[in-house]
């Protein structure tokens, strides 16, 4: 158990665990959507910003575990019946179809609201899928969890580095520019 706790935590090294790094991820995205639930309904910038944000963390977060981690839980969990990554393939392109939406809806738009609480319990679902059900698979798998996390945070800096090249200033599903 405690080798766990110690997988868990970023080492002297620069070595991150990629489950912690990614439930680190979770919980950064599920601050930004009770974060728009306490801001007033008059308060549209704010919202805006709000759901620009979650929009890009999102973005991102998809790239991340379509590129890297979804690969290699399906090398590492091949001869699982438990896990089926391509459901959270599905639920990636779910997410970012209600992205896409926010392209064009605005804060006083009707359906803005209703849009993102949609996302956010999409989100959750997603994570709670993810953390009770696949990362413990992971965590007993042979999947070098260091070395993935390492990936994950080297190319989670190459595509924040894009999206503020470019302004991140837009909201939509960024996986097409990045």
Same mark, same amino acid.
């Given at each position: 158990?405690?080798?766990?706790?110690? $997988?868990?935590?970023?080492?002297?090294?620069?070595?991150?665990?990629?489950?912690?790094?990614?439930?680190?991820?979770?919980?950064?995205?599920?601050?930004?959507?009770?974060?728009?639930?306490?801001?007033?309904? $008059?308060?549209? $910038?704010?919202?805006?910003?709000?759901?620009?944000?979650?929009?890009?963390?999102?973005?991102?977060?998809?790239?991340?575990?379509?590129?890297?981690? /979804?690969?290699?839980?399906?090398?590492?969990?091949?001869?699982?019946?438990?896990?089926?990554?391509?459901?959270? /393939?599905?639920?990636?392109?779910?997410?970012?179809?209600?992205?896409?939406?926010?392209?064009?809806?605005?804060?006083?738009?009707?359906?803005?609201?209703?849009?993102?609480?949609?996302?956010?319990?999409?989100?959750?679902?997603?994570?709670?899928?993810?953390?009770?059900?696949?990362?413990?698979?992971?965590?007993?798998?042979?999947?070098?969890l260091r070395a993935l996390g390492e990936k994950l945070a080297k190319r989670k800096a190459e595509l924040q580095s894009k999206l503020d090249a470019v302004g991140s200033g837009s909201v939509g599903d960024k996986t097409e520019m990045l």
């Open positions: 158990m405690e080798a766990t706790k110690q $997988d868990k935590t970023k080492t002297g090294s620069g070595s991150h665990d990629a489950l912690a790094f990614l439930e680190a991820e979770h919980r950064s995205v599920e601050k930004l959507f009770e974060a728009f639930g306490k801001v007033g309904d $008059d308060d549209l $910038d704010a919202r805006s910003a709000l759901v620009q944000r979650a929009c890009e963390e999102l973005s991102i977060h998809a790239i991340l575990e379509e590129e890297l981690l /979804y690969p290699a839980a399906q090398e590492a969990l091949a001869d699982s019946d438990k896990i089926d990554v391509d459901e959270a /393939y599905i639920e990636h392109f779910l997410v970012k179809t209600l992205i896409a939406k926010f392209e064009t809806l605005k804060p006083c738009d009707k359906g803005f609201d209703a849009t993102f609480k949609v996302m956010s319990e999409m989100v959750g679902h997603h994570v709670e899928e993810e953390e009770e059900e696949l990362f413990p698979e992971l965590r007993k798998s042979k999947c070098n």
